[in-house]
């Protein structure tokens, strides 16, 4: 698979909605071994090459990014999941003012038919009399 691939892939199961909590997976390579398979030499030979200072300097750091990375990406999560749960609890909030608001005009419109009705009976007591 090449660079160009591999990122492409990543990109689209980056993609993926909040809702769908599904969890983007990585296969985490060393940049050595990307440059081992690209020139199809083996591994020791790379290090030879290269030496071993260059190996000690440039792995600690790969690591590093790769932590560094993973909480940023943990951080990002946690303000989505965040962010979802606040727009949840909006629409319960924003539908039980709609239920209360229904329920409250119900109970009105019953209370004025009822003065009504109370009002034409006493007209009509009124008349019989």
Aim: proline share 2%.
């Amino acid at each position: 698979m090449t660079k160009r691939a591999a990122s492409r892939d990543r990109k689209q199961e980056a993609t993926t909605s909040t809702l769908a909590m599904s969890v983007a997976t990585q296969q985490l390579m060393l940049p050595l071994l990307l440059a081992m398979d690209a020139t199809k030499r083996g591994l020791l030979a790379f290090v030879q090459q290269m030496g071993m200072a260059v190996l000690a300097e440039l792995l600690p750091r790969y690591v590093e990014r790769q932590v560094y990375e993973a909480m940023l990406e943990a951080i990002a999560s946690e303000q989505s999941a965040r962010m979802v749960a606040m727009r949840n609890a909006t629409d319960n909030a924003n539908e039980l003012v709609r239920d209360l608001t229904l329920e409250y005009n119900k109970a009105r419109q019953e209370s004025i038919t009822s003065e009504l009705l109370d009002i034409t009976g006493g007209v009509e007591a009124l008349r019989a009399e």
